[in-house]
């Protein structure tokens, strides 16, 4: 019996080495690939629209709910309003047909769903109340230029 446990055991550890070693699936590639199309587009229309503080984090592998979230800022609840209302033309013009858009009436925090994108729109007090960053372990005492200017590869 003893003898059964360890070639368990093995059989189970060369499983998870071949598992880990699968080169990743073409769909798969092609959905991330689509996801950074999606991204730079984000990042191009809130570049257009003067946002500030604009950081995408990654989270394929974190999260199901998306492959990456960007957060920027706003000066005002008008120009806020303005971000959201253009990045929602710009996702619709690029073909995504399903962009879903929460918070617009107040336009203190806005939230974008683009499917495989997740856009946080905020005033920023409202950001700086939430600190969503620091939910995802973003250090943004590192430079949140850096993170805001990677050009679609977050």
Do not use: C
């Amino acid at each position: 019996m003893h003898r059964k446990v360890r070639r368990g055991k093995a059989i189970a550890s060369q499983a998870r080495a071949k598992k880990a070693s699968k080169p990743v699936p073409a769909n798969d590639r092609d959905a991330l690939a689509e996801s950074r199309r999606i991204l730079a587009l984000v990042q191009a229309s809130l570049d257009d629209d003067k946002a500030e503080d604009v950081v995408a984090i990654e989270l394929a592998g974190k999260s199901d709910i998306a492959d990456y979230m960007v957060v920027a800022t706003g000066r005002s609840t008008r120009q806020v309003g303005a971000m959201a209302e253009h990045l929602r033309e710009k996702m619709k013009a690029a073909g995504l047909s399903r962009v879903s858009v929460e918070g617009a009436a107040r336009a203190d925090w806005i939230l974008i769903d683009g499917g495989d994108v997740i856009v946080h729109l905020f005033r920023p007090e409202v950001r700086a109340f939430y600190g969503l960053e620091k939910m995802w372990g973003e250090d943004l005492t590192a430079g949140a230029g850096a993170a805001a200017h990677s050009g679609g590869a977050a």
